[in-house]
């Protein structure tokens, strides 16, 4: 307790939060510790004074007040756009700046300036993406100039409040708070910010699955943009009728609103013509007019080289490839993905680099060219690995940073809870002549904030709580992936070891395939039971083909599940098949049979993975010395995994090893029940 007292004293920032916890703890049962024996000291003489010059100012009639608050809203200004300035380079720096502002707006009653910088702090946050404060503060702004009746600043702060909503995901409220700007926008004959609520009202709609909605916004917009002669607003309105259009898969509806676009953006700048020429090579791509799309691949190759817009120069480069690919063209995509790995090398784009050696992969697998395919596909892995270490080390620092800025929020926002707790006490102090009441009151005050405290530290400790279980869990999911790569690869090279180049290219072929399955997959907490049945079925394919000598296999699935609508977690069953196979029938003498059913069972989704293979024991038995020190990889992530779920979501998700035959411990049956109330979790 001493040294959490000199280190307030000092000043000394707190680097562990459990001490920050407990000094904050601390520090609010001191503060109200301090105010009691402030009041205690108080005499009834006392009391019946005058106010100090520090007291809060009387009440004014609300013209004199609002008056006065306009003539002082300009003190606070030059801060204000310090703080607009250093918002982008130097966020803490603009946040400090807010704070002066704020406090001065406070300490001299200026409601207009605590409103500017309310919409400020809401400007601040919104550009580091900081959505859900921004909104707070927005409000808190809209409020103030809703008060003092400053109509014109009102509806400015509604236009960033809406675009903080929809950034925030929260549909409903943005898309009232769109309607209401577009109400205003059209009374006061606002064209542009008419389109701009139109566009955002149809972009939500489009967000909801309502596309007509969608497509009704954006053909008014279309109008108003044409009414206006804006060549660059009817071309992007064009663009979105087509995204539109192309989402409910109606190609010539698309096509004819893109060849739209095309033909104003060729007017404009070359920048809006590449753009149109991939929306148009979507469509051609999807109708399979390979050689369409190439001219207008190559028209854009042209024009970034012309322009040395490198970026998009890659993206085509991996585009044109991608076509020859399709039409099993490896050799013409050959140069175009060298071109592409070298930019991306240079421009250091890991997803780039990431998707040039997949394709280079592919391309090579296509040649029959198996070892370069599998070496293009090693580079692949390890750049995968890369990128997700390099995106961990950026999300931990932008963790780190978006902490610093919590703070100094906080600092901002107890400078509206000191203003509100000072006015109260100075109200006490007037009304209150005995000494007895004001303890009391102070006790209340007191005992209030130390509660109203705990319960905010508790849900911090909370949210910080589940923010780490969510990464732990991503970190679980991208660590099946090396190690289920690393198990597919052997078997690729047992083929190759053996001279069988036909097998090894056919698995290689079919790896591919399933590695796809798998990464896409990958990214999500939650995906459909019908893409997990496909990637299981495509492995166990797999397996059996190296294996076939060594077992059969049977797998059924109940006809009465909606396999699309339920949801389980991704790579949940493929360990325990993969531990069938490995560890069970794969040193059986004599053919085995392993048999995978999925079902009901009241509630739950069941899985059954049975073997009749040597068993656990005897498999345990084999084992090197080595092998028995270390668990495997796959079943003690999916272990992790699902005491992480289970945790967050307040699920049972559970799995049962047990022996087939008891009596010889021989087989093994695995029994994964999954709750069907998980679909509701993932949705």
């Known amino acids: ?89 130097q966020p803490q720096k603009a946040l400090d700046y807010v704070a002066e502002a704020l406090a001065m707006s406070i300490n001299e009653n200026d409601a207009l300036g605590e409103a500017q910088s309310y919409q400020t702090l809401g400007n601040i946050n919104q550009q580091q993406g900081l959505y859900a404060k921004a909104v707070e503060s927005y409000r808190k702004a809209l409020d103030g100039f809703q008060t003092l009746g400053e109509k014109g600043l009102a509806y400015e702060v509604k236009k960033k409040l809406a675009a903080a909503l929809e950034a925030n995901g929260e549909q409903a409220p943005a898309l009232a708070m769109w309607t209401e700007v577009q109400q205003e926008a059209t009374a006061s004959s606002r064209a542009e910010d008419l389109v701009l609520a139109k566009t955002a009202i149809a972009r939500i709609y489009g967000k909801q699955g309502k596309e007509e909605l969608a497509l009704k916004n954006y053909q008014e917009v279309l109008q108003l943009e044409e009414k206006r002669g804006n060549p660059k607003g009817v071309m992007d309105a064009s663009n979105s009728i087509g995204d539109v259009y192309l989402k409910q898969e109606k190609s010539q509806q698309a096509l004819d609103y893109y060849s739209r676009s095309q033909s104003l953006a060729s007017e404009l700048d070359d920048n809006s013509l590449v753009k149109s020429n991939e929306n148009i090579g ?100 390890a750049t995968v690995d890369e990128q997700y270490k390099q995106k961990e080390k950026e999300f931990s620092g932008l963790l780190r940073f978006s902490e610093e800025l919590a703070e100094r929020q906080k600092q901002i926002e107890s400078l509206e809870k000191d203003r509100q707790l000072n006015a109260k006490t100075i109200e006490l102090l007037r009304r209150e002549q005995q000494q007895q009441r004001l303890l009391i009151y102070g006790l209340l005050l ?49 083929f190759i070891s053996q001279n069988d180049e036909r097998s090894a290219n056919k698995y290689l072929s079919e790896f591919s395939r399933l590695m796809r399955a798998v990464m896409e997959n990958s990214q999500h907490d939650f995906v459909p039971l019908s893409t997990e049945l496909r990637i299981l079925e495509l492995y166990l394919s797999l397996e059996h083909f190296r294996f076939r000598e060594k077992f059969d296999y049977t797998f059924e699935v109940d006809s009465a599940l909606d396999t699309d609508a339920t949801q389980i977690p991704p790579m949940l069953i493929q360990p325990y098949i993969e531990n069938a196979v490995w560890h069970g ?14 079902g009901r069972e009241n509630d739950h989704l069941l899985v059954s993975v049975e073997d009749d293979g040597i068993g656990r024991r005897k498999s345990q038995a084999l084992k090197t010395a080595n092998q028995r020190e270390n668990v495997s990889t796959g079943l003690r992530n999916i272990e992790n995994r699902l005491r992480i779920l289970n945790e967050i979501h307040r699920t049972r998700l559970s799995v049962t090893i047990e022996d087939r035959v008891p009596a010889d411990e021989s087989g093994t049956r695995v029994l994964i029940r999954i709750p069907l109330l998980i679909q509701e979790i993932a949705v």
Request: a positive charge; aromatic letters at 8%.
């Open 585 to 598: 029938l794969r040193y059986k003498e004599g053919k085995g049979f392993l048999s995978v059913k999925v």
């Open 1 to 89: 307790m001493r040294e959490i007292l000199l280190h307030w004293l000092r000043g000394a920032p707190f680097r562990d939060f459990g001490r920050m916890r407990t000094f904050i703890a601390m520090k609010l049962t001191l503060s109200h510790l301090f105010l009691l024996i402030g009041l205690l000291g108080y005499s009834p003489r006392l009391l019946a004074q005058e106010p100090t010059k520090n007291a809060a100012p009387p009440k004014q009639d609300a013209k004199v007040s609002k008056l006065g608050s306009l003539k002082r809203g300009n003190a606070v200004m030059p801060l204000l756009k310090q703080a607009e300035a250093a918002s982008s380079q």
């Open 282 to 381: 979507k469509v051609l791509r999807l109708e399979k007019r390979y050689d369409q799309e190439l001219a207008l691949r190559q028209q854009s190759i042209a024009i970034n080289l012309k322009s040395n817009n490198r970026v998009a120069l890659n993206d085509e480069y991996l585009e044109v490839a991608r076509l020859y690919l399709e039409q099993q063209q490896a050799s013409a995509a050959l140069p175009f993905l060298r071109k592409s790995l070298a930019l991306s090398t240079e421009l250091k784009q890991l997803d780039k680099k990431g998707e040039a050696y997949r394709a280079l992969s592919e391309a090579y697998g296509q040649l029959n060219n198996v070892s370069q395919a599998l070496a293009q596909y090693k580079l692949y892995v």
């Open 446 to 494: 007191g005992l209030a904030l130390v509660f109203v405290a705990s319960y905010l530290l508790y849900k911090s400790a909370q949210k910080r709580r589940i923010a780490n279980q969510l990464l732990a869990l991503k970190s679980l999911r991208s660590q099946m992936n090396p190690h289920f790569i690393f198990n597919a690869l052997n078997s690729v090279n047992s």
